[in-house]
């Protein structure tokens, strides 16, 4: 699964203090892929991922293969409408992934 946005935060040695994984769909009703059901099913049971290939962004990098921790209670889920700018989303158009299904 690719997710739609990691915030990721890092100690001043460079070690991840803390992730936030963020999903955004078109509608709240929108179905998940199987790939991020898979994703999903494995927070649910690990807490954790694995980066399926390396990530260099401004020279931070991620590294494939790296374990991510990853709790439930950080995975967020936004619907966005199809809007281009995030003014016009309420409270509502943001919830915690349900991973019971999973």
């Given amino acids: 699964m690719k997710a739609d946005a990691l915030l990721v935060k890092r ?5 991840i203090e803390d992730i936030i994984l963020i999903e955004n769909k078109l509608s ?4 998940y892929t199987e790939r991020q059901k898979e ?13 399926q290939y390396q990530i260099n962004i401004n020279g931070i ?5 790296q374990i991510l921790n990853i709790p439930t209670s950080k995975s967020v889920k936004i619907a966005d409408h199809g809007n281009e700018t ?7 158009d943001i919830d915690f992934i349900n991973f019971s299904p999973y």
């Fill in 11 to 15: 100690s001043a040695g460079g070690q």
């Fill in 28 to 31: 709240a009703t929108t179905a």
């Fill in 39 to 51: 994703a999903w099913a494995l927070i649910k049971q690990n807490g954790q991922i694995k980066v």
């Fill in 61 to 65: 990098v991620l590294e494939k293969g």
């Fill in 86 to 92: 995030l003014s016009s989303l309420t409270n509502s």
